[in-house]
T-cell receptor
Framework: ETGVTQSPTHLIKTRGQQVTLRCSSQ?????VSWYQQALGQGPQFIFQ???????GRGNFPPRFSGLQFPNYSSELNVNALELDDSALYLC????????????FGSGTRLTVV | GEDVEQSLFLSVREGDSSVINCTYT??????LYWYKQEPGAGLQLLTY?????DMKQDQRLTVLLNKKDKHLSLRIADTQTGDSAIYFC???????FGAGTRLTVKP
């Protein structure tokens, strides 16, 4: 069992650029959620994918988009990066829409300069 | 305001019990969770409780659920310095987190 793996672990981007963050779900998990965690705050829900379809979205603008692949791995794309996008981005997977809890990855630390 | 409310800070002495409280808004969730986050790391699932239960015990952890008041608590018995972290509660249908409770355990 490999757990949830996120890549890269750290990233520095310039304002206005685009970024893609990747997540490999835990084996057998078909649901993945993405969160943004700013320093000193709790994780903020971005969106969730269940069997390749978006299954819920938080209060984030359309420049935050995602994909889930047939193997249930996932991507988070952010266009037109802003300084406030600097945060820890967490991916979490679950076997069945949250049943028995979500397994979180260690996150990608994104810094926008 | 926050969908999930928790006290921001809790400080206890090693060996004492810690009680972390949470008030949530989503009444339809079948599961409620407690997560732990250590510095620089992701969230670790500590325990969960089904919404039809009032209490769940898991080694040093006791979870109490009051559905009427939408109140969830986590009690850590014999708190150790390794328990120092930020603790979050969440409901499965909502999966929204508050700011968390920072637990500091003093030797």
């Amino acid at each position: 069992e490999t757990g949830v793996t996120q890549s890269p672990t750290h990233l520095i981007k310039t304002r206005g650029q685009q970024v893609t963050l990747r997540c490999s779900s835990q084996s057998g998990h078909n649901t993945v959620s993405w969160y943004q965690q700013a320093l000193g705050q709790g994780p903020q829900f971005i969106f969730q994918y269940y069997r390749e379809e978006e299954n819920g979205r938080g209060n984030f603008p359309p420049r935050f988009s995602g994909l889930q692949f047939p193997n249930y791995s996932s991507e988070l794309n952010v266009n037109a990066l802003e300084l406030d996008d600097s945060a820890l981005y967490l991916c979490a997977s679950s076997p069945r829409q949250g049943a028995y809890g979500y397994t979180f990855g260690s996150g990608t630390r994104l810094t926008v300069v | 305001g926050e969908d999930v409310e928790q006290s921001l800070f809790l400080s206890v002495r090693e060996g004492d019990s810690s009680v972390i409280n949470c008030t949530y808004t989503d009444s339809s969730s079948t599961y409620l969770y407690w997560y732990k986050q250590e510095p620089g790391a992701g969230l670790q699932l500590l325990t969960y409780i089904f919404s039809n239960m009032d209490m769940k015990q898991d080694q040093r952890l006791t979870v109490l659920l009051n559905k009427k008041d939408k109140h969830l608590s986590l009690r850590i018995a014999d708190t150790q310095t390794g328990d120092s972290a930020i603790y979050f509660c969440a409901a499965v249908n909502d999966m929204r987190f508050g700011a968390g409770t920072r637990l500091t355990v003093k030797p």
